[in-house]
Each structure stands twice: as structure tokens, then as C-alpha cells.
């Protein structure tokens, strides 16, 4: 098994362009998770998926941001426009339903807006 | 809300033993996970407990308390590839699944 892969691994842009992150999950893990990691806030939670489908987008910080699920097999996070404030490294997690079920994350995306 | 708290920073000595605290205010708990993450890296999974007491895995154990809201993460024999934050996250029940919100973390350092 590949593990969960986000692309890409490090993102630099200029303030107002737009960024779209990728994921792939885990084959057959229904979950799939959003989050964000700043020195400052620790890990986020932005929003998460069951069987495709956004259950909580409540971590989402603002109308810049949106994430779609089309498939059991991808995932996209876009901010529109970025900001300097949005740099950050953001971590893509997918996991079963199951109790005990641990979330497995991908490498994240390292996002530098400037 | 949730509210996740945890040390910022400890500090131990190669070959000794640390606890690391956790406690937690939710409603909806179902499930205490411990992450590890090294610098630059992804957090990986170390323990998960639901029911009260301790779970062991080789050098590391991990308690918890549901009616005090409390959990800790106990490293033995301790080693220098240990220094890494350590990550509590709650899972917690809502409407449509289970989410996981994690506490800012505890930033280890081992020292010879």
C-alpha cells in the first residue's frame, strides 16, 4: 500500500493566485480529512469526508477555501485567492469508520505565499 | 467546543522514563488517540484508548480516564530517536461520523 499522497510536496506562490492541493487516500478508507499545521494553532482540522460526502466544513476559515471529494480516490483543497496568512503545511488523513480506526496521514504540502 | 490541553515543552534524559499529560473537555468522546511526529514529518500513530486504563505497546503505554478527562503517554527507555512532539487528538462523535481534533502537542527533547 502507497500510504496517502498529496501533491505537491512544497507550493510557492505570490499572494491572490490560486492554490489547489491534491490527495489520494488510502484504497478503501471511507474517511478523508483536511487539516492544516502552523507553529502558532497546531494541527486544524479544516473539514473531513465520509464515503465522499463533506460532513464538517466548520474548520474551514473563510470563503477562500473549498474542498471537493469527487471520488472515493481524490481530493482537492483550493484557496482562492491565497494569502501570506495561509502559509502553513497542510495534511491530508484518511482512516475507516472503525472505533479504533487510527488516521493515516500523507507527507503534506509545505504552501509559502508571498 | 473541545478543549485539548497538553505541555508545550518536557525535557528527559536518554534511558529514563517521561509521562506526558492530556487532558480534555468534550461531549461526544469516542476514542483517545496518541501521534508522534517528528520535524518535517507526518504525525504517525502510537495508541488509541476508548475504555478506561492502561493500553501497552512495547515502550509505550498509554492511560486513560473518561470521567476525569484524562489521559497520559508513558516512554520508556528512553532513546534520542524519541525527541519528537507528541500529539493527544479526541475523537468525537457528531451527526454525520467521528472527527479527530487534536491538542497542540508536546514538543520532547532527549538528552544524553
Known amino acids: 500500500d502507497a500510504g496517502v499522497i498529496q501533491s505537491p510536496r512544497h507550493e510557492v506562490t505570490e499572494m491572490g493566485q490560486e492554490v489547489t492541493l491534491r490527495c489520494k487516500p488510502i484504497s478503501g478508507h471511507d474517511y478523508l480529512f483536511w487539516y492544516r499545521q502552523t507553529m502558532m494553532r497546531g494541527l486544524e482540522l479544516l473539514i473531513y469526508?465520509?464515503?465522499?460526502?463533506?460532513?464538517?466544513d466548520s474548520g474551514m476559515p473563510e470563503d477562500r477555501f473549498s474542498a471537493k471529494m469527487p471520488n472515493a480516490s481524490f481530493s482537492t483543497l483550493k484557496i482562492q485567492p491565497s494569502e501570506p496568512r495561509d502559509s502553513a503545511v497542510y495534511f491530508c488523513?484518511?482512516?475507516?469508520?472503525?472505533?479504533?480506526?487510527?488516521?493515516?496521514f500523507g507527507n503534506g504540502t509545505r504552501l509559502t505565499v508571498t | 467546543g473541545q478543549n485539548i490541553d497538553q505541555p508545550t515543552e518536557m525535557t528527559a534524559t536518554e534511558g529514563a522514563i517521561v509521562q506526558i499529560n492530556c487532558t480534555y473537555q468534550t461531549s461526544g468522546f469516542n476514542g483517545l488517540f496518541w501521534y508522534q511526529q517528528h520535524a518535517g514529518e507526518a504525525p504517525t500513530f502510537l495508541s488509541y484508548?476508548?475504555?478506561?486504563g492502561l493500553e501497552e505497546k512495547g515502550r509505550f503505554s498509554s492511560f486513560l480516564s473518561r470521567s476525569k478527562g484524562y489521559s497520559y503517554l508513558l516512554l520508556k527507555e528512553l532513546q534520542m530517536k524519541d525527541s519528537a512532539s507528541y500529539l493527544c487528538a479526541v475523537r468525537i462523535l457528531t451527526g454525520g461520523g467521528n472527527k479527530l481534533t487534536f491538542g497542540t502537542g508536546t514538543q520532547l527533547k532527549v538528552e544524553l
Open positions: 488523513a484518511s482512516g475507516h469508520g472503525g472505533y479504533n480506526s487510527p488516521l493515516h
Open positions: 469526508f465520509n464515503n465522499n460526502v463533506p460532513i464538517d
Open positions: 484508548n476508548v475504555l478506561d
